[in-house]
């Protein structure tokens, strides 16, 4: 156990999330999602498992740690649903408010459509598989900065 570091978070994550650059994009994905394969065409090439989380543990402790960039519309990303992309189900509202949570403020994620998610992944840093059983508990987030203290 380390001080201030949220105990969800395995040393490998912690690893992954520290190695990681601005702008660089972190996966977040639920069982179903082909995630050994997507993984092995990161930039880290192994999967990354917190297997005993659901989406919005999941997230709510990489954003203890992981800033999400202020740059760009694109900071975080749903996976759409298909034939329904504008519907937001419970998992990807669970998301949501973690992100509100971690920012302060409300901040909306893009939705990206199924195949496109996939070849986003496919370029990612690394892909984390989480224990979310529901479908659609996909997302993706970009690594932002932080800014020197005053």
């Known amino acids: ?3 201030g570091i949220d105990n ?16 660089d994009t972190l996966v977040l994905a639920d ?11 990161t930039v880290l090439g192994d999967l990354l498992r917190m297997d005993n989380l659901t989406a919005a543990e999941a997230a709510a402790a990489v954003l203890s740690v992981l800033p999400l960039d ?3 519309d694109d900071f975080a990303g749903r996976m759409e ?3 329904a992309p504008a519907e937001v189900p419970p998992v990807q509202a669970e998301v949501q408010a973690a992100i509100d949570a971690a920012e302060g ?9 199924r195949f496109d998610f996939y070849d986003r992944a496919r370029d990612a840093y690394a892909v ?13 987030f ?7 203290e005053a």
């Open 128 to 140: 984390i598989q989480t224990g979310e059983r529901r479908f659609y508990g996909c997302f993706i």
């Open 31 to 41: 069982t179903n999602f082909p995630s050994d394969s997507i993984a092995r065409s």
């Open 81 to 83: 649903m298909v034939g």
């Open 1 to 3: 156990m380390l001080k």
């Open 70 to 72: 202020t740059f760009v």
């Open 105 to 113: 403020r409300p901040r909306p994620m893009i939705g990206i459509e």
């Open 142 to 148: 970009r690594k932002g900065v932080i800014p020197p």
């Open 8 to 23: 969800r978070l395995n040393a490998e994550v912690l690893f992954a999330l520290r190695a990681m650059g601005h702008g």
